[in-house]
């Protein structure tokens, strides 16, 4: 699986948006981004994933870079539910869903 | 949740004993994974499934085995518990949630090995 690069560690307040960075610069055509989070003693949950375009959902937003070697996780509102670690993962279309390679993700702070 | 339940959620054993980590999930899915996550570590696959008695290696597979003989049961063994084993287990399946396939986590089984 193509690897991605993301910082190990990044700080918000309550309520302001948050931007998680993620680069993969040897994504393939047929790779899926995929965010995954994992809340303190529990297993990862499913975030949000694309290809191309960006993409929302209830939980968050996903802007896909054009070249498509970076991508941006938006939390528009950060709670402290949503401190966690954040993963950036690739996936290759076609294969199974959950055979992720996940790397050591963004361990998200947020303050009060 | 998926309806996934590992058990046990946590287990101390000794170096050389046999140990078996269960998986059980109740919706049917085809594909089933135990991955490892170690401190500081994302999680890492150690072997998957994709239908009864129809197993495969991941990343980290040696010193483990697994089986399947019921869709809703994925059993993962450590033949012979080494020290290095000892990490938090997660199984997961793969499913479609709300027009898109996910991966669904267990809590995680604690295992630690003296």
């Known amino acids: 699986d193509a690897k991605t690069t993301q910082p190990n560690s990044m700080e918000s307040n309550e309520e302001e948006p948050v931007h998680l960075p993620c680069n993969h610069s040897?994504?393939?055509?047929?790779?899926?981004i995929h965010w995954y989070r994992q809340l303190p003693s529990q297993g990862p949950e499913y975030v949000i994933h694309g290809l191309t375009s960006n993409v929302n959902n209830r939980m968050a937003s996903l802007a896909i870079a054009e070249d498509r070697k970076s991508s941006t996780l938006i939390l528009h509102r950060a709670t402290l539910r949503d401190a966690a670690v954040y993963y950036c993962?690739?996936?290759?279309?076609?294969?199974?869903?959950?055979?992720?390679?996940f790397g050591q993700g963004t361990i998200l702070t947020v303050h009060p | 949740d998926a309806g996934i339940t590992q058990s046990p959620r946590h287990k101390v054993t000794e170096t050389g004993t046999p140990v078996t980590l269960r998986c059980h999930q109740t919706e049917n899915h085809r594909y089933m994974y135990w991955y490892r996550q170690d401190p500081g570590h994302g999680l890492r696959l150690i072997h998957y499934?994709?239908?009864?008695?129809?197993?495969d290696k991941g990343e980290v597979s040696d010193g483990y085995s697994v089986s399947r003989s019921k869709t809703e049961d994925f059993l993962l063994t450590l033949e012979s518990a080494t020290s290095s084993q000892t990490s938090v287990y997660f199984c997961?399946?793969?499913?479609?949630?709300?027009?898109?396939?996910?991966?669904?986590f267990g809590q995680g089984t604690r295992l630690t090995v003296v």
């Open positions: 499934s994709y239908g009864v008695k129809d197993t």
């Open positions: 997961a399946i793969s499913a479609v949630q709300g027009g898109t396939t996910e991966a669904f």
């Open positions: 993962i690739l996936r290759e279309g076609g294969t199974s869903y959950g055979k992720l390679t």
């Open positions: 040897t994504i393939s055509g047929t790779d899926y």
